[in-house]
């Protein structure tokens, strides 16, 4: 299989303002990404450019600083390296369909000797990112197949606070989830539903009740 061709399978371009499979390196060659995807359900978007691609994984609960805390990434498909910039909507039915954030991005670092698709290929790779939002030392591990575990280092930047309740918005935009789906003809209050961070800007119903029952 090429590069990039398990995304080109996944997806209609026709449909999908997400960026077509070309390859081009950015700058630093070492870009990284976590984007917020509010689909069937919330999860983060890890992404780590090596070799014309972002390597992804998909992290359910999103990254913690905790280093006692040993976050689930699944690895799914390669994605281009233009996909670090992509902020919008996939259309409901699509792959993916729901709200995309750029929630952090910045460059990073492998540390140790090893390059980068050895060190995967070995199942461990340890790595510093220079984001906005996350610093220092990381690590993944594989367990098995496709899923790995995602994990803080301890350093100065370890701290047992939630940043994705901290720190809720876009790195790019600062929009909150639920203002990038109104923003750009998106399902709101899907986007807002479990994203602690994004109800009192766009309301769920429940939430409106629970306000007038107060009032
Ligand atoms: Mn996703």
Redesign the pocket.
């Known amino acids: 299989m090429k590069p990039l061709d398990e995304y080109k399978k996944k997806r209609r371009f026709s449909a999908t303002p997400e960026p077509p499979p070309t390859t081009a390196r950015s700058t630093s060659g070492r870009l990284f990404v976590v984007?917020k995807?509010r689909?069937s359900h919330l999860?983060?978007?890890l992404r780590l450019e090596d070799g014309g691609v972002l390597k992804s994984w998909?992290v359910p609960k999103g990254p913690s600083l905790d280093p006692a805390t040993k976050r689930l990434a699944m690895a799914?498909e390669d994605h281009p390296v233009d996909y670090a910039e992509f902020e919008g909507i996939i259309p409901e039915g699509e792959y993916?369909g729901g709200t995309?954030m750029v929630w952090d991005r910045g460059t990073y670092e492998i540390e140790g000797q090893t390059d980068v698709a050895s060190a995967l290929h070995k199942g461990e790779l340890k790595f510093t990112l220079h984001g906005a939002k996350l610093k220092g030392s990381w690590v993944l591990v594989r367990t098995r197949n496709r899923q790995w575990l995602w994990i803080k280092h301890r350093d100065e930047y370890a701290s047992t606070d939630d940043i994705t309740v901290t720190n809720p918005t876009s790195v790019s935009t600062g929009r909150k989830l639920a203002e990038i789906a109104a923003d750009e003809g998106g399902d709101a209050e899907k986007a807002a539903t479990g994203d602690p961070a994004s109800v009192p800007s766009v309301p769920t119903p429940k939430v409106r009740r629970a306000r007038r029952a107060k009032a």
Do not use: E, I, L, T
Request: aromatic content about 10%.
């Open positions: 984007q995807h689909a999860h983060y978007d998909a799914v993916g995309v």
